[in-house]
Structure formats: C-alpha cells, structure tokens
C-alpha cells in the first residue's frame, strides 16, 4: 500500500518545464544590444561635440549682433544730437557777415558828429539785437584779445613784436571769429605777438 501511494504522489508530481535553447540565446542578444559598442559612443560623443561647438559660435555671432545693434543705436542717437546742435550752422554763418558789417558801421563813423548820432544809436541796438538772438541759439562770439593764441579758435593774420605782452599772445582783433555750441564756425583773424630779436 505504501507503494502504490508513492506512486500516485510521483504521478501528481508536475513535471518542470524545459526552457528551450533559442530563448536563452534571443535573450542574450538583446543584452547585447543594450550595450552599444565604443565605435557608436565615439559617434555620438563627436555629435554631441560638433553641435556644441555649433551652439558657441551661434552665441558669439548673436552676442556681436547685440553690440553692432548697440553701436548703430548709439550712433544713430549722436547723430540726432548733432543734426539738432549745428542745424543753424548755415544760416548762423550766412548772418556773420551782416554783423560784421553792423560792427564796421560803428567803428568807421564819427561819434563826434551830432548828425550821426542816432544813426549810431540805431546800428548799435540793432548789432546788440542781432547779437543776443544768435546768443540764444547757441552762437557766441570768439574775441581774444591780449589772450593766449589758440590754433583751434584763431588764425594768426601776421606777427608783430612786442615785449609786453608773452609770446604767441594775440595784440589785436582783425575780426573777431564765432562759434556754434563749441564748434567754430569762423576762426577770429588776429595779430601775434612774438619775442622781441635780441
């Protein structure tokens, strides 16, 4: 009897499943492929290196853009404020003339003379007139008498000795020069004193 229940347990017994062979073998490929070989990693690894190589010099050309763009701005508005300070430059030279000639009126009429007098009187209000007009807009005469001589400001019309005054120093006027906002419009014509010859 306890043959036959030996028996019956080995019959109930489940039998073990046999794996097969091509399983194990598909599974060991598809590890293999998991790991990717050294030639696909240096690959994308030069990939990886081309594109941010690509991505700095894409910076560098928007990071120069940005500056030009800036510059462009900066000049543009420079050019703005120099259009508005020197627009009057043609028209403040074209009144120099008239004012010199207002200047040359005064200078060249008798004061002594009662019939002259309110000639004078009218050419003087209206040179002061004229005057304080282009004064407003930035033009301001350029009169540097007994000051030192500035190749900038002046143009020396001769050269004169003298012992009193330092050399290089302006001893007169010719006519005097303008400037608008800083910028000279009409050099003042001026005579120069040099260093008496020994």
């Known amino acids: 009897m306890s043959s036959k229940k030996h028996q019956v347990e080995t019959e109930q017994a489940p039998e073990q499943e046999e794996v097969p062979v091509e399983t194990v073998s598909v599974e060991l490929e598809d590890t293999q492929a998991e790991q ?16 941010e190589a690509s ?11 940005l500056a030009e763009m800036e510059n ?12 508005q300070k020197f627009a009057l430059e043609k028209f403040a030279g074209e009144l120099l003339p008239v ?19 309110a000639v004078m009187e009218g050419v003087e209000l209206t040179l002061k007139s004229l005057l304080s007009t282009v004064e407003k807009f930035g033009v ?10 500035d190749p900038n400001k002046h ?6 000795e003298n012992a009193e005054l330092a050399p290089n ?10 400037e608008l906002n800083g910028r000279v419009l009409r050099p003042a014509m001026v005579m120069v004193t040099k260093s008496p010859q020994a």
């Open 169 to 178: 120093s302006v001893l007169a006027v010719m006519m005097k020069g303008y």
């Open 36 to 51: 990717p070989d050294a030639a696909y990693v240096a690959e994308l690894e030069e990939k990886l290196a081309s594109a």
């Open 140 to 149: 301001a005469q350029i009169d540097p008498q007994g000051q030192p001589f």
């Open 155 to 160: 143009q020396a019309m001769s050269m004169v």
């Open 99 to 117: 004012i010199d000639s207002l200047e040359r009126a005064l200078e060249h009429t008798d004061k002594e003379d009662n019939a002259f007098k």
């Open 55 to 65: 991505a700095a010099a894409e910076k560098d050309n928007a990071l120069r853009t």
């Open 72 to 83: 462009i701005r900066r000049r543009a508005a420079l050019d703005v404020e120099k259009a």
